[in-house]
């Protein structure tokens, strides 16, 4: 167990330094250092598939956590379309699309609807830690990174949701008519939602009672496993009550921080103003200033503590998740299946471009989206990186499903292809134009 403790600390230090230093973005690192490690020592395994599965259910909630986080209740609602159509519509058209053109590519294997639609909606759930993870090295304008990233979080929410409640019945020999679709996933979002905001406001009411940035950090936690716990419990969609709970608690503490950061300033200009004018105040008035100040910026602080702490184990999350992918992938199947994969890969990739370029269309056709240039869409096109979600729906199959080692191939194939090869493009886009984003970045910080 320290040893791996060790591989794990060596490899994340490694992968971040390299990010540093290298603009290489830590995922592909981290996936390359891993896969090299097991290489050359293949006995050591730290999962079985069963214990794995659990394992990537079990960090879910803290990946999910640390990106909505980064999410604010204003930049949502500004984005409110923009974030529909990218998480909602474009994930649903391309499912469609895939059942269209499944028999094309997957004719031998006689694929019934309800296996297309899971395979399709494993290999479009997409990796938010992926993508901050590249943005983190660089300036990008916010109004991009807000699509990208919110377009990547609930994204996996609709993966889930379609794959949990529509692909798994009709796998399992449920017949599912489009009234039932629309019933089930109206009454799944409603009530992950309710579970959201019933957990994020409870956490928000524990917290008032501390003032310890640990005990915060706990209750953040705390908020956002009670929220996935009991969405699961009642069958509904964990991974957007978790979403939801972490941006109403957010939410709320971001504007009593505002109102803290508005006192910080009145305050330090009241101190300023007595400093420079020959008044003398009573010590009681200007220690009941003073100590106000203190609290109100040891409160922004801590804030701010916790999001890099949370951050933190995101990166450790990602970094085990990984590793431990590394450990239980079989080489041989995935050679075994490289056609299938190769073909899958570059499907889902054609599908994001276009869904992507129907959306800059859509966009820039109205004043209640955001205009979407050519280089906002190629960054879009390839913020589209895999990841943990889809091992987590992998495991999720039938037992028996005859076509599992397939799937298993082609999605463990897609997550290491697209988290190489769409990282790296990420990464030259963004350096080739790297002027014109900055200049995009500094005129909104203006």
């Known amino acids: 167990m320290i040893l791996t403790l060790l591989l794990l600390l060596g490899v994340l230090f490694l992968s971040i330094e390299i990010q540093k230093h290298f603009k290489i973005p830590s995922p592909i690192t981290l996936i390359l250092f891993s896969f090299g490690f097991y290489y050359l020592f293949p006995n050591m395994i730290l999962f079985s598939e069963e214990s794995f599965a659990e394992l990537v259910l079990f960090l879910i909630p803290v990946l999910i956590t640390s990106d909505a986080l980064q999410l604010k209740l204003t930049d949502l609602k500004k984005n409110l379309w923009s974030l529909l159509f990218l998480a909602l519509v474009a994930v649903v058209l391309s499912i469609l699309f895939g059942l269209v053109t499944a028999n094309t590519f997957f004719a031998s294997y006689h694929l019934s609807a309800g296996a297309v639609i899971a395979l399709f909606a494993m290999v479009l759930a997409t990796d938010p830690v992926s993508v901050v993870s590249v943005f983190s090295s660089f300036k990008i304008p916010h109004k991009l990174k807000i699509l990208a990233e919110g377009e990547s979080l609930f994204n996996d929410a609709t993966a889930l949701i379609i794959f949990s409640f529509i692909a798994l019945p009709l796998m399992n020999g449920i017949d599912i008519t489009a009234a039932d679709i629309v019933i089930v996933s109206l009454k ?4 992950s939602i309710m579970i959201g905001l019933l957990t994020g406001f409870a956490g928000i009411i524990l917290m008032r009672i501390t003032e310890d940035a640990m005990s915060e950090l706990i209750l953040i936690l705390i908020t956002a496993y009670t929220a996935f716990e009991m969405a699961e419990h009642f069958h509904v969609a964990g991974l957007l009550a978790v979403i939801v709970s972490i941006i109403t608690l957010n939410s709320i503490t971001e504007k009593s921080l505002k109102e803290a950061s ?8 009241i101190l300023d103003r007595t400093n420079k004018s020959r008044k003398i105040f009573s010590s009681r008035f200007m220690g009941g200033i ?5 609290k109100d910026i040891t409160s922004i602080e801590r804030h701010k503590q916790n999001l890099n702490y949370v951050a933190l184990l995101a990166l450790l ?9 590394a450990s239980i992938v079989h080489i041989d199947v995935l050679i075994k299946y490289s056609d299938e994969i190769l073909w899958m890969f570059l499907v889902t990739t054609v599908i994001r471009a276009v869904m992507m370029m129907k959306f800059a269309f859509i966009s820039n056709q109205t004043t209640k989206m955001t205009n979407i240039n050519f280089r906002w869409w190629s960054v879009l096109l390839f913020a589209g990186i895999k990841g943990g979600l889809s091992i987590v729906m992998l495991q999720m199959l039938p037992e028996g499903f005859v076509h599992k080692e397939l799937f298993e191939a082609i999605v463990v194939g897609i997550i290491l292809l697209s988290t190489i090869f769409y990282a790296l493009a990420l990464v030259a886009i963004i350096l080739y134009h790297k002027t014109l984003f900055e200049t995009e970045y500094n005129s909104e910080v203006h």
Do not use: C, E, W
């Not at 999350?317 to 992918?325: E, G, H, P, R, V």
């Open 262 to 269: 508005r006192r910080v300033r009145k305050g330090k200009r």
């Open 188 to 191: 799944v979002i409603a009530l």
């Open 290 to 294: 003073t100590a106000r100040l203190n």
């Open 317 to 325: 999350a990602n970094a085990f998740l990984f590793i431990s992918m």
